[in-house]
């Protein structure tokens, strides 16, 4: 996309009343090494759940998140599992290396309306991480995928369950992602998206997942959410 001025952002923007998040990638920057832990953490469990090894348990975890949306549900679809066992271990993360960030707070703190979190993570991750970032106090409610019935973005009634719980007007909503195809659907439903873009290659996530893609459901691409945030007020 095109570099846009600052009064470009704030009009587009001028509607909105309503902020929705992403977590993981999003309201932290890759480089902060928390998904990575996640990752490992879900190949672990698939080890140990089938006895294999971790090769074996890596290319069975991206058959799930391909086929599936996440291992999550492609392990209670497969085998009816008990979801709360693997949202604990995959989220039991060292998060003591991630500094607060009060300058993402305050530019949260300052958009317009109401702010929420929409994640496919646990509730229990999305305030262990906004928590140590001093942010999740800026947040009326997180949406996790326990709320979503367990069916994950990239799919409609996802959210459209998260509209409907919260009375949102999608024209007048604001949708920030680290992942497109996450901002198919939003953009459809009239809201602003915008793509949260790593600064550098994460070698832990898929190449296509981190691509600086230009399409029409992406309203705006950065690689810098809080100076960002600050453009639009």
């Known amino acids: 996309m095109r570099d846009v001025s600052t009064i470009e ?8 009343n309503v902020w929705i998040f ?11 090494a928390l ?7 879900i190949t672990l469990f698939l080890g140990d759940m089938f006895g294999i090894d971790g090769l074996s348990a890596r290319a069975l975890q991206k058959y799930y998140y391909q086929k599936y949306g996440t291992t999550l549900k492609g392990l209670m679809e497969q085998y009816g599992m008990k979801p709360e066992p693997f949202l604990d271990f995959a989220h039991d993360i060292d998060v003591s290396g991630l500094a607060a960030d009060p300058g993402l707070g305050s530019a949260i703190e300052a958009l317009p309306g109401r702010k929420l979190i929409l994640t496919n993570g646990s509730e229990a991750h999305a305030r262990n991480v906004a928590g140590k970032l001093g942010i999740i106090d800026k947040f009326e409610a997180v949406f996790d995928i326990v709320a ?3 069916t994950p973005k990239p799919e409609e009634a996802t959210y459209v369950k ?6 949102i007007d999608p024209s007048r909503a604001a949708m920030f992602e680290d992942l497109a195809k996450n901002l198919v ?8 998206t915008v ?11 898929e190449a296509s997942e981190q691509m600086d ?13 809080t100076g960002f945030l600050r453009e639009v007020v």
């Open 9 to 16: 952002v704030q009009k587009a923007f001028s509607h909105v």
């Open 22 to 32: 992403d977590l993981d990638n999003t309201l932290y920057p890759p480089e902060s």
């Open 35 to 41: 998904w990575p832990q996640v990752d490992q953490r």
């Open 148 to 150: 979503a019935g367990f």
């Open 162 to 167: 998260f509209l409907d719980q919260y009375q």
């Open 185 to 192: 659907v939003p953009h459809q439903l009239g809201m602003r």
């Open 195 to 205: 793509l949260i873009l790593p600064k550098q290659f994460d070698v832990y996530r």
């Open 213 to 225: 893609i230009d399409a029409r459901y992406i309203d705006f691409k950065t690689k810098e959410l």
